[in-house]
Nanobody, 121 residues
Framework: VQLQASGGGLVQAGGSLRLSCAAS????????MGWFRQAPGKEREFVAVISRSGGSITYGDSLKGRFTISRDNAKNTVYLQMNSLKPEDTAIYYC???????????????WGQGTLVTVSS
């Protein structure tokens, strides 16, 4: 099983980034896919989760409207489009696969290695 996150980098406040997470080694379309983030010294925070078909989405508090999660089951990839980025969005962003629509990181089965997003002011 592998989840390969990419797309992170350094961006100025107000800018945008699109993260990707390519999955392999399991039946991608059978799993809910989530994004989490962890800033230095803080706990891992729920960002968004998308259902198997993409028809049901939940966002973390205060992120809806700026972040958009999507998936392409044909490409075994989940995306996170991040707009209007703020310095407080700086964190390592992780993708994860779970069997239900969890917002708790401990309930996910598979995790990617993370990609660093740094937003400068």
């Amino acid at each position: 099983v592998q989840l390969q996150a990419s797309g992170g980098g350094l961006v100025q406040a107000g800018g945008s980034l699109r993260l990707s997470c390519a999955a392999s080694g399991f039946t991608f379309s059978s799993y809910f896919m989530g994004w989490f983030r962890q800033a230095p010294g803080k706990e891992r925070e729920f960002v968004a989760v998308i259902s198997r078909s993409g028809g049901s989405i939940t966002y973390g508090d205060s992120l809806k409207g700026r972040f958009t999660i999507s998936r392409d089951n044909a490409k075994n990839t989940v995306y996170l489009q991040m707009n209007s980025l703020k310095p407080e969005d700086t964190a390592i962003y992780y993708c994860a696969a779970g069997l239900l629509k969890y917002t708790t990181p401990e309930l996910y089965d598979y995790w990617g290695q993370g990609t660093l997003v740094t937003v400068s002011s």
